[in-house]
């Protein structure tokens, strides 16, 4: 674990007791929540529906930085295997904690302490159980990875080829200067964020229950508390959607599936230096097939192209239907269509026959 990381790590198990305690620390996982379940459809996840019976389909949900659950509890009730990650202990106590109260199963959703990140990553995250998700999210964290680009490829491999979704909800680029930061794994920043004007606007409602954190800070409605400056903490000053989409080009993301959006109300992050909002977006693309599913699919067209050659009941452009006026005393050709014209790219052969003309 680099130095930064182990800075991430210790910050967090600090805040761990008294994360998401402020009113305004739980409306923005709210708001995230509601804005989550509001794209739901645009994310492209086959999920779990009401009239699903029980069992018949697994949608599996890695939580990245998983905090103490947020997203888990929006996209929860969506799916029916639930993974966790984070590299805080004290976290990954709150998070199954929380899961555990929920009356969900250990085998439904639990979290443990890991780092997809490091040069080699841990035996026990390398099982079946930590593959082929159908979605994986990034809760407000990507700012405090120290290496953005290799932190998407990295969740790439644990998608499901060609169908997996990779979302990552954060801010767009916001002001530090002044200001105290603190946030991660499904958590919260502080600073005023730009909007960006190739970003699509999306409706929320404010909040009001679920994972947060920047440095607990006082509201001008609530008493003082001291603030934990962890702005170390934090790598990048948020993200262009410009750069959001490199990277998910690069680590393998399937181009014309990237996506991004922006909340059209701002997060109010109550700090020690004073409230400041910042503008938050959601991303999301597909990971691309694997070269054998992209070979397999261009087989499998390559079949559907011959099969239309060769369809007897095919259509052409004067609706002829070799079958569909056939009777006791009428051709096979139908009415209106020239025995001499040539159908479906072939030469016609010199002797007439009752049909096709092959």
């Known amino acids: 674990m680099s130095a930064f990381t182990e800075a991430n790590r210790k910050a967090f198990d600090d805040l761990s007791s008294t994360y998401n305690s402020q009113p305004w620390q739980k409306a923005i996982s709210s708001q995230i929540g509601n804005a989550l379940l509001a794209q739901k459809e645009w994310m492209g996840v086959p999920w779990i529906l009401p009239t699903d019976q029980p069992g018949r389909r697994d949608v599996r949900l890695l939580d990245y930085a998983c905090g103490t659950g947020s997203i888990t509890q929006a996209l929860g009730p969506h799916v029916s295997t639930i993974r966790g990650i984070d590299i805080s202990e004290n976290m990954v106590t709150k998070y199954n904690e929380a899961a555990s109260s929920s009356g969900l199963t250990h085998e439904q959703a639990h979290a443990v302490v890991g780092d997809l990140f490091t040069q080699t990553v841990a ?45 990552i909800v954060d801010f767009l680029p916001f002001e530090a200067s002044g200001h105290h930061h603190h946030h ?154 020239n025995k001499e014209e040539p159908w479906g790219g072939f030469e016609q052969r010199a002797e007439k026959k009752s049909w096709n003309g092959f």
């Open 184 to 337: 991660h794994h499904g958590h919260k920043h502080e600073s005023q964020a730009e909007s960006s004007s190739n970003s699509e606007s999306v409706q929320t409602t404010a909040p009001s229950t679920s994972d947060t954190a920047d440095e607990p800070a006082s509201s001008s409605t609530e008493p003082s508390q001291p603030a934990k400056d962890v702005q170390h903490t934090a790598k990048t000053h948020g993200f262009t959607p410009s750069q959001i989409r490199d990277f998910y080009t690069a680590a393998g993301f399937t181009p014309e599936s990237f996506d991004i959006t922006a909340l059209r109300e701002p997060a109010t992050l109550h700090l020690s230096s004073g409230p400041s909002e910042r503008k938050i977006f959601i991303a999301k693309a597909t990971r691309s097939p694997t070269a054998w599913q992209k070979l397999t699919n261009w087989l499998a067209g390559g079949q559907d192209t011959v099969r239309e050659q060769f369809r007897t009941d095919r259509v052409d452009a004067q609706a002829w239907r070799p079958w569909a006026e056939t009777g006791p005393d009428r051709e096979v050709w139908g009415v209106g269509k």
């Open 123 to 167: 035996p026990e995250l390398c099982t079946s159980e930590w593959y082929n998700f159908d979605i994986a999210v990034i809760g407000l964290g990507f700012h405090h990875f120290e290496h953005p680009d290799l932190a998407i490829k990295r969740l790439a491999e644990r998608l499901k080829p060609e169908t997996g979704v990779l979302v």
